[in-house]
């Protein structure tokens, strides 16, 4: 038999190793003998050819006549019939597990098959159990799962047939389990050309949950030992970006019919996907459907119904949704939102559609949400008109043009409208999660909702709307009095109505105040930004790259030395346009304030300042660092400052900022830092009770 081996790798140096060299690698590999259960007339032939391969690489005319012989182009080595399995254990043990396998595979069939109970057919049979798992190995480590499973599938086969070795075959067949998740991987990650391994992956992954008992993994099933609930929900997360949204409809569908309710719950983000990226508003319906009938605990479901009605146009069933809602925090954010409540459910809907339900589809490109095509879509339109006809809703057409706005009417709209002025007093909103039931909270972007927002391009009517719809949200209250407006689109108007009439009331108790301001917005509007002077930026460059060099240190010692050089004065903001000076101050208090409390030297106190749902936000922040048993140093210096926009009740400020927090434990022990220069911050202030606050923050921008 000739093997694909050559002196050098059998006895294991390379072509240039000296005589020492190998006499010193012949005596290793007699001392380190194979303990897996050889015979001992086949390790004594191993032995042998090891002792033949070391004199002839020691004698110099055997060595340079056997490398003329390698120069020729011969590599392999013969081995006599007597000597063959020991020269396939030299090949297993020179790193060729795959050639060995599939050579002592085929010395097992027929009609080479050894005599039954020989010490041959014995040694073959440990030797195609060692060498299967040792190739599905390598394979594992080029990412080639289902190469790897392949040699387990054959491994286990062969030692069927043979009928011996019974504890190797099940360590095989555990490691064919524990392979699967990364096998389905492997076939669902392939070019979607691939029909044939995309298919059988789904198919492989729809039996994997079934046998799981669904997505929660509610049957002790064969793999419990090898893929616990947290693994299985991060293979899943990686497993969705290679899944169509028909694909996960399909899945999630099935599994919801077999009992499984998180599979219900990603149903309605697949159906309500494939509804707003392809346009198909009856998708929007199944939806709701199958979110109304799901009872996940924890999980509230009103404001994403409320999205659904606001996506189909019904702003008062939308508004209606958000009110029910049992999660306080989104119930205070929309009251204490600086602006009309229809515009913190657009805002609300768009972040919800953009976070959480169009991402994790191969065919769905994740995208910035635009409200604005979504209604300008003609089948859209033609949709929300057959629907208000079936469900003879009162048309807004009619509705405007029949409706009297008496004074009574136009006070209480004021009242209502003044109610929603405010602050926003939490950055974070309550978002369904992955398979998580109920909501997490995640981070949302400052949404600038001007005439941009609105802005209909395609036809001249569209643009003059959105003029009059940018004066609402800046507080200049005209009312739109053109009768052409209501006569050429009914679609649109149904989704401003409600904005429009909301604001009317305040509209001229608002235009004489901005009016005076006109002329001082301007001028604010015009301030260059704040730059840190050179000395203190140096200064502050010097203290982040203090501690880079010497992450075991403790911070406060850093954080006394930048206090020192930069001084602080916080006070409270009365004048109705503070320069950026007086908003930088403020900042600096919050950030010591806050980095003082997170670290757990002090209590904050900074009620008139800031607003109390950025305050109780911290609070609980270092709730749950104590549940942990951690607490943060943080040390945050302002580099630049720049004016976004300032109104009367809102100003709104980029910063760009060097920060770097260090998470430490109780005991001492460092866990975790990071570092981020510079990184951007959008900073929003509200006025109220005669003074700002800072009401939110968004970072990473």
């Known amino acids: 038999m000739e093997l694909p081996l050559d002196h050098f790798r059998l006895i294991g140096v390379s072509p240039s190793a000296t005589s020492e060299e190998i006499l010193r690698a012949f005596q290793l590999r007699l001392d380190k003998t194979p303990d897996e259960g050889f015979t001992y007339e086949v390790l004594t032939q191993r032995s042998e050819l090891l002792r033949l391969t070391?004199?002839?690489?020691?004698?110099?005319?055997?060595r340079r006549e056997y490398e003329n012989l390698l120069l020729n182009g011969n590599s392999g080595l013969d081995f006599a019939s007597n000597r063959e399995v020991a020269g396939l254990i030299l090949l297993w043990e020179s790193g060729s597990p795959k050639e060995a396998f599939k050579?002592?595979?085929?010395?097992?069939?027929?009609?080479?098959?050894?005599?039954?109970?020989?010490?041959?057919?014995?040694?073959?049979?440990?030797?195609?159990?060692?060498?299967?798992?040792?190739s599905a190995i390598q394979e594992q480590?080029?990412?080639?799962?289902?190469?790897?499973?392949?040699?387990?599938?054959e491994g286990i086969q062969l030692l069927q047939r043979m009928g011996k070795l019974g504890e190797k075959r099940k360590e095989l067949?555990?490691?064919?389990?524990?392979?699967?998740p990364y096998r389905i991987l492997d076939l669902l990650s392939r070019d979607l050309n691939d029909q044939e391994s995309h298919k059988k992956g789904l198919s492989m992954l729809e039996n994997l949950i079934i046998k799981r008992g669904g997505l929660e993994g509610n049957n002790k099933s064969e793999y419990k030992d090898y893929l616990n609930?947290?693994?299985?929900?991060?293979?899943?997360?990686?497993?969705?970006?290679?899944?169509?949204?028909?694909?996960?409809?399909?899945?999630?569908?099935?599994?919801?019919?077999?009992?499984?309710?998180?599979?219900?719950?990603?149903?309605?983000?697949?159906?309500?996907?494939?509804?707003?990226?392809?346009?198909?508003?009856?998708?929007?319906?199944?939806?709701?459907r199958i979110l109304k009938k799901l009872n996940l605990s924890g999980l509230d479901s009103m404001p994403l119904v409320g999205c659904l009605d606001l996506l189909l146009a019904d702003i008062d069933q939308a508004s209606a949704r958000f009110s029910s809602s049992s999660d306080e925090n989104l119930r205070d954010w929309l009251n204490n939102y600086p602006g009309n409540k229809l515009e913190a459910i657009c805002i609300f809907c768009k972040n919800w559609l953009e976070n959480d339900v169009l991402v994790g589809y191969r065919d769905i490109d994740s995208k910035e949400v635009d409200l604005d095509s979504w209604f300008e879509d003609r089948e859209i339109q033609e949709f929300i008109e057959k629907l208000e006809k079936k469900s003879n809703k009162i048309s807004i057409r009619s509705n405007l043009q029949n409706q009297q706005i008496e004074k009574e009417s136009s006070t209480k709209t004021t009242e209502e409208f003044d109610n929603l002025l405010g602050n926003i007093?939490?950055?974070?909103?309550p978002w369904p999660g992955g398979i998580k039931q109920g909501y997490e909270k995640v981070e949302t972007k400052e949404i600038e909702f001007n005439k941009e927002y609105f802005k209909k391009k395609p036809i001249e009517f569209y643009n003059f709307l959105i003029e009059k719809i940018a004066e609402l949200k800046f507080s200049f209250g005209e009312f739109l009095k053109d009768k052409e407006i209501i006569n050429r689109s009914p679609y649109l108007i149904y989704i401003y109505a409600f904005l429009i009439l909301f604001a009317f009331g305040i509209g001229i108790g608002f235009l004489r105040n901005n009016l005076k301001k006109l002329s001082q917005d301007e001028a604010i509007a015009e301030k260059p930004l704040i730059v840190i002077d050179e000395n203190q930026k140096n200064t502050e460059k010097d203290i982040i790259q203090e501690i880079k060099q010497d992450p075991s240190s403790k911070l406060n010692s850093t954080t006394e030395k930048s206090t020192?050089?930069?001084?602080?004065?916080?006070?409270?903001?009365?004048?109705?346009?503070?320069?950026?000076?007086?908003?930088?101050?403020?900042i600096n208090g919050w950030l010591q304030s806050k980095s003082n409390y997170l670290a757990g030297k002090s209590e904050i106190n900074l009620s008139k300042f800031v607003s109390k749902g950025l305050i109780d936000r911290t609070i609980q922040e270092r709730k749950n660092d104590i549940k942990k048993g951690i607490y943060k140093e943080i040390n945050s210096q302002i580099r630049n400052i720049d004016l976004v926009s300032q109104t009367s009740s809102r100003i709104?400020?980029?910063?760009?900022?060097?920060?770097?927090?260090?998470?430490?434990?109780?005991?001492?022990?460092?866990?975790n830092e990071t570092s981020l220069t510079p990184l951007k911050v959008r900073y929003i202030f509200g006025f109220s009770n005669k003074s700002w606050k800072l009401v939110d923050f968004v970072s990473g921008l």
């Open 425 to 429: 007093d939490e950055r974070r909103l």
């Open 173 to 180: 067949e555990e490691d064919l389990v524990a392979l699967l």
């Open 54 to 62: 070391a004199d002839l690489l020691t004698d110099p005319e055997s």
């Open 652 to 671: 709104v400020v980029l910063v760009e900022l060097n920060y770097l927090e260090r998470i430490v434990k109780n005991s001492g022990e460092f866990v």
């Open 103 to 134: 050579i002592t595979r085929k010395a097992l069939q027929p009609p080479q098959t050894p005599a039954l109970g020989s010490s041959r057919e014995a040694d073959l049979t440990l030797l195609a159990s060692l060498t299967a798992r040792d």
């Open 564 to 586: 020192s050089i930069i001084s602080y004065e916080f006070k409270e903001l009365n004048s109705p346009s503070p320069s950026l000076d007086d908003i930088r101050n403020l």
């Open 141 to 153: 480590q080029l990412r080639s799962y289902s190469n790897a499973a392949d040699f387990l599938h």
């Open 229 to 288: 609930q947290q693994e299985f929900e991060a293979f899943f997360q990686q497993i969705k970006p290679f899944l169509t949204v028909q694909e996960q409809i399909d899945l999630f569908l099935e599994l919801q019919k077999r009992g499984s309710l998180e599979a219900g719950f990603l149903a309605f983000l697949s159906l309500t996907a494939i509804g707003f990226s392809r346009r198909k508003p009856e998708k929007l319906f199944e939806a709701r």
